[in-house]
């Protein structure tokens, strides 16, 4: 039991890093969070770089997950696994719309090609993402749907 809830915790801490800065632009925040898997350093606020819709879906999947279980995320979408050795970073220039951006960020994680689709969304204390897309590759996701949510073309 003592193991399962130490790899939640550990688990957690890597798929929701967190820091205490408001940040100004969208690349600043993609920046600061990929900055953390080159340093193997993880502050314990593990949502604050998350919009609060992002937050209200992580909140319903700990709330309808059994205690003790993991829930429905089981690896950090930002690195798109549970283990990591980044190379070749890229964080594509974000397009900004009004109070929206996306960008997309290429690596190789393990010697496995990636391409995530990150959006991201002005709040009062600055950008926080929003949804995580894995948009190549054999296995192609979105958090948000991880998380439970309804894409509104199906509802």
């Known amino acids: 039991m003592r193991i399962v809830i130490a790899a939640l915790g550990l688990l957690l801490a890597l798929a929701a890093p967190a820091f205490a800065a408001n940040y100004t632009t969208p690349r600043e925040l993609l920046e600061s969070i990929y900055q953390s898997y080159a340093t ?6 593990s949502e604050e770089i998350y919009s609060s819709h992002l937050k209200g879906l992580f909140a319903a999947d700990r709330e309808r997950t059994p205690e003790g279980e993991i829930g429905a995320l089981d690896f950090d979408p930002f690195v798109n696994g549970q283990d990591y050795d980044l190379a070749d970073l890229v964080i594509d ?22 391409v995530l689709d990150i959006s991201m969304v002005r709040e009062a204390d600055g950008w926080k993402i929003d949804n995580v ?3 190549e590759g054999e296995v192609q996701w979105k958090l948000t749907e991880i998380l439970g949510e309804i894409p509104a073309v199906a509802q």
């Open 40 to 45: 193997d350093t993880f502050p314990q606020d």
């Open 93 to 114: 220039e974000p397009v900004v719309s009004g109070e929206t951006a996306t960008s997309t960020v290429r690596f190789v994680n393990l010697g496995e090609k990636n």
């Open 133 to 135: 897309e894995s948009v």
